[in-house]
């Protein structure tokens, strides 16, 4: 197993920079994001194709969250990060509100076990504190009782939002007084929710819509991004072999340029 090279490490240095070791997904081409994150959209379309309630779609999405990890931990993936809530959601009507929070609930009465058995780290990023007490406790305990697992990184992404993410960061830094001419792009980034995680380097919207709707601003800096039209709870395991296969295709430059550039620059 070769060490880790920061994913955001250009490409040109080590020639190898989101490698994740030997290679162990030949649908990718051996080439694995170490962080995978993903706008979880289009449940509330799944649902309304169906004659269903929005909510029925939520439910089914978050059912659809255990195969997802599978697969992706199948792959060598070492970080997922999922968006299941943004800081502008709130603005829906109460009731999709509460269903949302409540299918938190479920998803962690449901999967607990299961992600624990399979050495699944659990993490929350956002604002836990939006949550009724009774929750804020039942997530705790479930990020405490992961929290020496070794396998793949679960973070789930609730009340989260990328600008708020940003000026977070900033609060602390204040708090920490740390100076002005001290304050580096690194500074900031570890007191970032994602702390020392590497940055994303495939970031997957489902549902068809071409954007990123305040999620990980900052740390999505260099992600391949990947579209998709299937809904959220249709995304399953070909999805993902597909959107690897496509993330194992792209050339990653950071700005710099690819070693056979490099080369090619050389000769006169
Ligand atoms: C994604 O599904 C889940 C959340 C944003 C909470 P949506 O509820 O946004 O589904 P669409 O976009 O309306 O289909
Ligand atoms: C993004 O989806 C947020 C989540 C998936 C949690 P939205 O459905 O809220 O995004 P917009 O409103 O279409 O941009
Ligand atoms: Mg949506």
Request: aromatic share 8%.
């Amino acid at each position: 197993m070769k060490p880790e090279a920061p994913s955001n490490s250009p490409v040109g240095q080590s020639g190898e920079a989101e490698f994740l070791g030997d290679p162990i997904s030949p649908i990718s081409g051996g080439r694995v994001p170490r962080h995978v994150a993903i706008i979880m959209d289009g449940n509330g379309r799944w649902a309304t194709q169906r004659g269903l309630p929005r909510v029925a779609g939520h439910r089914a999405g978050t059912e659809n969250i255990r195969r997802v990890i599978e697969r992706f931990a199948d792959h060598g993936v070492k970080y997922l990060t999922l968006y299941a809530f943004s800081t502008e959601n709130w603005q829906r009507p109460q009731p999709e509100v509460r269903a949302l929070i409540r299918l938190l609930h479920f998803f962690i009465r449901r999967e607990l076990a299961n992600l624990h058995k399979n050495n699944v780290r659990l993490q929350m990023l956002g604002h836990l504190e939006t949550l009724p007490d009774w929750l804020q406790r039942r997530v705790q305990s479930a990020i405490e009782l992961t929290s020496g697992n070794t396998g793949l990184v679960l973070n789930i992404c609730f009340s989260y939002g990328g600008r708020d993410d940003i000026v977070m960061a900033v609060r602390r830094v204040i708090e920490e007084e740390i100076p002005a001419s001290e304050l580096t792009e690194e500074v900031l980034a570890r007191n970032l929710s994602t702390g020392t995680m590497p940055d994303p380097d495939l970031v997957i919207r489902t549902a068809g819509d071409l954007r990123i709707s305040n999620f990980l601003l900052w740390q999505a800096a260099y992600a391949e991004l990947y579209f998709t039209d299937a809904f959220w709870p249709d995304f399953g395991r070909e999805d993902i072999d597909i959107a690897l296969a496509e993330y194992g295709r792209r050339k990653r430059k950071f700005g710099g340029l690819l070693p056979e550039d490099i080369e090619a620059f050389k000769t006169p």
